[in-house]
């Protein structure tokens, strides 16, 4: 047949089954495909790629870590836990904000265990700060989609500028004004939200202030 | 507007990108032969095959199939003893059987359903080689069976010479695969993985160091008092994650991780990304079909879709939460969404990624408000805006035969399509294809409901139920997000999950390759007047009435129990809040 076809139409072009046959024409070239794909994308793409990217931007590659004093304290990707009043805080964390076991709370808006959680937060909130709930800002009460979102909003930043403020003994002016350095606008104008992020304005208020 | 630009840079990109394609998989020579041509040659030899030898149907789908059980049985293995084996400097433990048997399916189905945490289940071997390769393979896999029915459509590649009823050449598996990993995939991933790279994703093999963290002394006991940062080469997986609608990530959360995701810059990225092959697939169907009218058509429909979805869940984000009514300002939801992306980034990545059958998430959908859940799991079900590499566009061609069958019963003539009679065969065949979305999905939820010992569900209520719709709705779409409270790493979970993501996978590719191998057979009637144009307005509304009258018989019911329901029990509650 396979003769056949290629007298009649001229070409050498073969359509027909007797190439997949037999066995061995099978399973060999799908063994072949697998250890073929395991090395070129397993092995060659991942090493190579990866050390590319060690190779140029070693700082990022490697965790983004966040160097005081020659000692890594944290890595400016990822929150730290803050819940004394020198400090700003960040949004609540499902995980503990621990990195090795991140999510978020996956619980639903029809879930009374949700409106539970958000009722006790806004009422410490509310304590805190003095101020009705219908102000709080929605970000330092929901749980992030990480549990370790380094970033808050521009508003919740203000909203503790009072409380740090005043538990280090230094003029809000000042402090204001740290925050605001802090503020990232919307990455090339254009890509994201306005945040504040909470662990890097921490560290820097801890330098300006020397508080120890 | 970010969202706006990222939609039209996508679609920018998509147009060279669609070009490309029709020129690697059109079979004539190529400017990209110089570079790849050498190294094919070489693969090709330890293949022990002749790639320019053509097969038909029966061939291209044995050769998909073993293809497929041979990658599954090595990537089984080596999850199962990943703990004895080299690359895993963090000492990770083994996995249980049904949990590594679930991720290797899920991976080689093109799911990325995860079943478990990647950071602290997974060696460096298992994320790194496995599911990497998987994540580049399957997708090329997906788009070879696409290929071979669109030559199909054609009449196949020896169209010219064939007579009437004589097997049609669908082309070689082997190469198309290959061709689509070297010269598509591999490229396209190293540029993604160095830019996400820049951004902050961890790009390393050293352990994860652990620091002290700032604040200490608290009286809080479960503070912590160091973190440990789990690194990896996270870029280079992220990347192919990305662009071969694979969606498995290597963190928990997946994109809503800082790591895996640190800047609105790289969210951009990675967004473009899960969109940029399925809409580039449009293009070179166009190419490659020489029918850019029906191209036109069908980015026209898919985009009307896409866009009518990605504005109904950015709405319904930036509705408040309900459980937040009164407790907090009037706001967007932003329960289980990261503040750098805020809630319009979110809507559009999981309108896109549900869509597109990928799966990755950058924000929590078991906790979107009702209507955006909606939106999520409608793209799955419909699972052809755009749809997941290959298997998207064939989904989509599933639905053009039927609006083409619909449409000839309705003007009384033998529905044909690009020439070629849709008779009782294939009619058949299609008939198969439509119950079974429903018939496996609604199965599995009614039987995993019924029984709550084994439902695993997180939240109660109506959500509960769609948890659990959820979970097997995109086990069947190949999508794999999730709504993640659901305790599925459970034997019961995993294994119903393997039978879901097998049907899914494999007979949605299948059943079309083989109607479009019985179709390039037939005779080709020439054009005439009386011919169903395919690419008018006329055809474009009929298409989108069928794909939504079709999904709606199916799954209206279950919508209700589900979203809908949902929707209705937050007004109640609500209003008793006031």
Known sequence: MNTDLISRSGISRAVSDSALSSQHAIWRPALGLAA???VTCGLVYSASVTGLAGLLFPQQASGSLVIVDGKAVGSALVAQPFSGDMYFHGRPSSVNTDPMSTGGSNLAPSNPALRDRVAAESAVLTERYQLPATELPVDLLASSGSGVDPHISPEAAALQLKRVAAARGIPTEVLGKLVEQHTEAPQWGIFGQPRVNVLLLNLAVDQQFLVK | MDVLLILALALLLAWPLGAYMTGIFSGQKH?????????EKGIFKILGINASAGMNWKSYGIAFLISNLVLGVIAFLLLMFQHVLPMNPDGIGPLSWDLALHTAVSFLTNTNQQHYSGQAQLSYLSQG???????FVTPAMGLAVCLAVLRGLMGGRNVKDAEEGEERDLGNYYQDTVRAVLRLMLPLAAVVALLL??????????ASPTVPVVEQGQASVDQLTEQKIPLGPVAAMVAIKQLGTNGGGWYGPNSANPLENPTPVANAIETIALVLIPIAIVFMAGGLLRQR???????????????FCVGAAIYSEQQPNAAFSGLAEQAGNMEGKEVRFGTDLSALWATLTTQTSNGSVNAMHDSLNPVAALVTRSGMLINAIWGGIGCGFVNFIVYVWIAVFIAGLMIGRTPEIFGRKLEKTEISWLGVLLVLPSAVILTFTAITVAIPAITGNSNPGLHGIAQVFYEYTSAFANNGSGFEGLGDNTPWWNISCVIVLLLGRYLPLVIPLVIAGLLAKKRQIPFSNGTLPLHNLTFGVTLVTVILILNFLSFLP???LGPIGEALELTSIAGDLK
Do not use: C, E, H, N
């Open chain 2, 293 to 307: 009218g029906f191209a036109r058509m069908s980015l026209a429909v898919m985009g009307f879709l896409s866009l």
């Open chain 2, 197 to 206: 790279a820049s951004q902050g994703v961890p790009s390393t093999y050293q």
């Open chain 2, 31 to 39: 400017w990209s032969d110089k570079v790849f041509a050498p190294v």
């Open chain 1, 36 to 38: 073929v794909m395991l």
């Open chain 2, 558 to 560: 279950s919508m209700v």
């Open chain 2, 129 to 135: 080689f496995v599911i990497v390769t998987l994540q």
